[in-house]
Structures are given as structure tokens and as C-alpha cells.
């Protein structure tokens, strides 16, 4: 019967050339990253829907794989970031041009609220609790639900709201779902 023996150096460290591929693949990818991100703009970087959640987690999925694995050389890495972040781009820009495709990548926003009144059917389509709706109106300095003309869920899932006081057009409400119970 054969013994394994336990060495614990494997585990805390292989080699000087691993270790060296590590830290200049790991920095050389860091900055590539970095660099793809500015020259793609703000929108890469801003808030974010489900379709750039996907795209950031496949980034990072990337990333590590880049560093981690020695069998992946950092210029494949670095091609997988401008595919990635290309995609986004051109999906982005699609979006603008074609209603249809819009409508597939990004959520439309909701009205769980409307003059006042929640609107329980919106609460439930978009998994919203009347407490998360309280709070959202507490952050914005309203004391009651009747101070609000509309809370809008906004494709990002943040919380949009339209005091009443002040709001006498409902131009910016003009993309919003507002079926109800």
C-alpha cells in the first residue's frame, strides 16, 4: 500500500516561475482591464441592468481564469476582455437603435405606487415589499405615501420618487409599466 505524504509547501507555494508568471500576468491583466473599461466609456461602468451585471461577472470570471490558470496566456485573456466588453458595447449601442432588442436586454420600469395608492398586482410582478417602499420614501424626507405621486422601480432596481408638491407633469412617466391590481 503506497503512503501519501501531506507537504504543506505545496499549498502555500509551487514554484519561483508560477509564482513570477502570477504577478506579471496578474498585473499585466489588471491594467489591460482597466485601460478597456476607460477607452469603452461610462456606460460599461455605470449602473447597472441584468444584461451589464452578466457582462461584469463574465469580466471577473475572466480575469481570474487568466491568472489563475497557466494554461490560458494573458493575450487570450486579454482578446476575451475586448470580446466581452465589444459585446457590450455593440449590445448597448443596438438598444438605442432597435425598440425590439431594447425590450429583450433591458427590464422597463414599474409603478408600484401611483398617486398615493400601491399598487399591489406591480408589487408583486416586481417582488417589492411595502416596507422597501416606506423606507425608499423615509430616505427621501416623505412622511406619507399620500406626499407621493408616483415611485418608480427603475431598470437598474433602484427606487425613483415623484413627490406630489411640484409635480404637476407626468412626462417622465412615459415608459413606465403602469398596469395594477
Known sequence: ????????????????IDFQRLLIVAVCAY???IVLLRLAGKRTLAKMN???FVVTIAIGSTLSTVILNKNVPLVEGILAFVLLIGLQIA???????SPRINHLVKATP???????VMLRGNMRKERITEKEILAALRNEGLGSISDVKAVVIETTGDLSILPREGTESEETLRNVKRESD
Open 91 to 97: 449590445i448597448s449601442w443596438l438598444t438605442m437603435k
Open 31 to 33: 491594467f489591460a482591464l
Open 50 to 52: 441584468a444584461f451589464d
Open 1 to 16: 500500500m503506497e503512503m501519501v505524504t501531506f507537504r504543506m509547501e505545496k499549498y502555500l507555494f509551487t514554484n519561483t
Open 110 to 116: 414599474a409603478l408600484p405606487v401611483y398617486d398615493g
